[in-house]
Structures are given as structure tokens and as C-alpha cells.
């Protein structure tokens, strides 16, 4: 919440990394820099309720691809023969640790029986 509405907002949340440098300039290095926005899950959540749509989960991103099994998945999988083991405990870091605290995921639905795989 109170993240969305900081003065440094006032013109969008939406952020450039390029080369782990920040930027607002979001035509400058076209395919060469990530663009994230940070979002209003509360509203989120009020505009599904509004349209009869149920909060069937919300995590963060390391919870949501542990429940999934990614960890098991990138021991056993043909990654392991494809990436590096430098390479995978990177991925690994990354996905589960550093960017995995950071990004959320939310998921709605209407009518939904039983909690969605990750959500469990």
C-alpha cells in the first residue's frame, strides 16, 4: 500500500532496470532492460470482489514455486544437465530468494472447488 503512494510515485510506478541501473526512461534500451511496475493488490482484490471473483490465494513468488515443487524440479530435471551448477544455484537464488521475496502472486476465481496448485 503505502509503497504506491510514495512522492517518488508521482509519476507511475512503473520501473526500468538495465544492468542493474534504474530508470524511468522506458524507450531507451528497447529489448535490453526489464520494465516491472509495482501493483495495488488491494485494489486488485476489490475490483475481483466487485465482479464476484473469491481471493484463492496470495504469496509471494518463492512460496508459490515451492509449493509448485520448482526446487525438486530444477534437482531432477534435464536443467540439470543443461545449466551449470553455477548457473542453477543462481536461478535457484534468484527465482527463490532474492526476486521470490519480492514479487507476489495473486490468484481469483469464482466457484473454485479446492485451492489451485501453489496456493495449497
Given at each position: 500500500g503505502s509503497e504506491l503512494y510514495k512522492h517518488s510515485r508521482a509519476s507511475g510506478t512503473l520501473v526500468c532496470y538495465n544492468k542493474h541501473l534504474i530508470s524511468d526512461d522506458y524507450y531507451n534500451y528497447i529489448?535490453?532492460?526489464?520494465?516491472?511496475?509495482?501493483?495495488?493488490?488491494?485494489?486488485?482484490?476489490?475490483?475481483g470482489a466487485e465482479q464476484g471473483l473469491q481471493v484463492q490465494g496470495f504469496t509471494d513468488q518463492a512460496h508459490f514455486l515451492k509449493r509448485l515443487g520448482f526446487e525438486e524440479l530444477l534437482?531432477?530435471?534435464?536443467?540439470?544437465?543443461?545449466?551449470?551448477?553455477?548457473?542453477?544455484?543462481?536461478?535457484?537464488y534468484i527465482l527463490m530468494h532474492d526476486l521470490g521475496r519480492k514479487i507476489l502472486v495473486l490468484l481469483q476465481g469464482k466457484n473454485v472447488p479446492h485451492l489451485p496448485l501453489g496456493f495449497g
Amino acid at each position: 500500500g503505502s509503497e504506491l503512494y510514495k512522492h517518488s510515485r508521482a509519476s507511475g510506478t512503473l520501473v526500468c532496470y538495465n544492468k542493474h541501473l534504474i530508470s524511468d526512461d522506458y524507450y531507451n534500451y528497447i529489448g535490453k532492460q526489464d520494465i516491472t511496475a509495482h501493483v495495488n493488490f488491494s485494489a486488485l482484490e476489490m475490483w475481483g470482489a466487485e465482479q464476484g471473483l473469491q481471493v484463492q490465494g496470495f504469496t509471494d513468488q518463492a512460496h508459490f514455486l515451492k509449493r509448485l515443487g520448482f526446487e525438486e524440479l530444477l534437482a531432477n530435471s534435464q536443467l540439470c544437465g543443461f545449466l551449470p551448477f553455477t548457473k542453477q544455484t543462481f536461478l535457484k537464488y534468484i527465482l527463490m530468494h532474492d526476486l521470490g521475496r519480492k514479487i507476489l502472486v495473486l490468484l481469483q476465481g469464482k466457484n473454485v472447488p479446492h485451492l489451485p496448485l501453489g496456493f495449497g
